[in-house]
DNA sequence: TCTGGGGTCCTAGGACCC
DNA sequence: TCTGGGGTCCTAGGACCC
């Protein structure tokens, strides 16, 4: 039988905000979304006060001053550097993990012949001690229950100190707990599922376990079916070591303002296909076809106008300065004048890997050229920053760049945000 | 004034082929 | 009078995840 840990971090971008300012501790913390937009973690303070995920920041001004809510905008680059010293502790404890997503890792303890409770607490009182944060572990025969018993083991309903393993609990002891949980807290079941199960009498957890998997497949899909069957036990979903290319690179963001003429979205084109380029090319890709959408505010009283249209591109390629090229023609179809627009996207598609395209590629000077100078772009960008060389097309104002205005320093990955304890400058001595 | 971004998989239906 | 069957590919849309 194979076991699975999941060990997920508690309110993760919350908890590193808090982590480098010891005078948020005790005080409800939140991280909002691009352009300081929405709410998108919260310390368990916030929690408490019963501000919900996802609400838009400027609908909780009141409640902000009340209790003294501390807003950060996010910090990508401190979370992806705690993420990744989270994933190296966790690697000391497993030697096969799949890292899901930035604050949650699936460990292969198969085999594992200690008490696994026991050592579940070992992970967390690790990465407790090494790194400050804390997380949870939920431990179990398939993906699905680890990430339920994570769940449990969150909200104390089983298990100890966060640590929740169903793997020597009884059969009657799960059917009892699972009765209690909705089926919505199930892994792939989202609000719809959850509605259209409800008409089939579908609302806890032990019901959908005890579903018939035909019934299921008919009524919906394959994919619940196969959640059936991990639920019961049945391992369907392996663990993913290595993550596969991407098959479609986006970089789509809303504006700090609005823009209104052609000029402007043509530098906000340029720069969201530098970075999907740039995407593309770590990991060997080319790409075959090139979306573009522009669209309003939807939530605006103004017209509303939206467009997105995909090309095939003539030749696939990784090189910004062509893809931004058609981008800029793609863009002068769509474009409408006389509209506030708010957001825009680019998509990369039909991607393959570069090298069953370099027969062809390196036959041509002007592509082995474009290669080089991609190449050493990358480079420098990554020694002096992202943006530190660039398209002229991207401009050099950028008014329309999402506001941050609420970001912590880069602790652990700016020299000049890194924080100082214990001494003073010459100045204040 | 102010409402995120980036992905995946599956299904149904139409076009087309032999 | 009689009007096939099976397969692939593509796209749009729906659902989910964090």
């Not at 300081?36 to 902000?64: H, N, T, Y």
């Not at 460990?107 to 967390?124: K, P, S, V």
Request: glycine content about 6%; hydrophobic content about 40%.
């Amino acid at each position: 039988m194979p076991i699975f840990a999941l060990v997920d971090c508690n309110n993760f971008y919350a908890s590193c905000e808090k982590l480098f300012d010891p005078k948020l501790a005790g005080k409800p913390v939140v991280v909002l979304s691009n352009n300081d937009g929405c709410v998108v973690a919260r310390s368990a303070e916030v929690k408490a006060l019963g501000i919900p995920m996802g609400v838009p920041w400027f609908k909780i001004q009141k409640e902000a001053r009340q209790y003294g809510i501390v807003a950060f905008s996010s910090n990508y680059a401190l979370y992806a550097d705690m993420s990744n010293r989270v994933v190296e502790v966790l690697g000391q404890f497993s030697p096969s993990l799949e890292v899901y997503s930035i604050d949650e890792s699936f460990l292969d303890l198969t085999g594992f012949l200690q008490n696994l409770a026991e050592y579940g607490q070992a992970i967390r009182q690790r990465i407790q001690q090494w790194l400050g944060l804390a997380v949870c572990v939920g431990i179990a025969p398939t993906k699905t229950l680890a990430k339920l018993a994570n769940h449990c083991a969150k909200k104390g309903l089983a298990g100890q100190q966060g640590v929740c393993d169903f793997i020597t609990m009884t059969e009657a002891d799960l059917s009892r707990l699972f009765a209690r949980i909705e089926v919505g807290e199930v892994w792939g079941v989202g609000r719809r599922l959850q509605a259209r199960q409800a008409q089939l009498g579908i609302s806890t957890v032990q019901q959908l376990r005890e579903a018939d998997p035909d019934l299921i497949r008919a009524r919906f899909s394959v994919v619940l079916e196969r959640t059936v069957r991990e639920l019961r036990g049945v391992s369907c979903l392996e663990l993913e070591e290595v993550a596969p290319d991407k098959q479609q690179i986006m970089c789509s963001r809303s504006f700090g303002q609005y823009v209104y003429e052609r000029e402007g979205l043509e530098e906000v084109i340029a720069t969201y296909v530098s970075r999907a380029a740039e995407k593309l090319r770590q990991q060997s890709s080319l790409a075959g076809a090139l979306t573009l959408f522009i669209r309003t505010n939807p939530f605006s009283q103004e017209p509303h106008y939206q467009r997105s249209l995909t090309i095939p591109l003539p030749e696939a390629t990784e090189d910004t300065r062509v893809l931004v090229t058609w981008a800029v023609k793609v863009l002068r179809r769509i474009y409408r004048r006389g509209f506030a627009y708010q957001k825009a996207g680019v998509m990369l598609s039909e991607l393959r890997p570069q090298k069953m395209a370099q027969a062809s590629l390196f036959a041509d000077p002007d592509i082995e050229r474009s290669h080089r100078l991609m190449a050493t772009l990358d480079i420098i960008n990554q020694r002096w920053g992202r943006g530190a060389l660039r398209t002229a097309a991207e401009g050099l104002e950028k008014p329309w760049q999402m506001k941050r205005l609420r970001l912590s320093p880069g602790y652990t990955t700016d020299w000049e945000g890194m924080p100082v304890v214990g001494c003073r400058s010459e100045g204040e001595r």
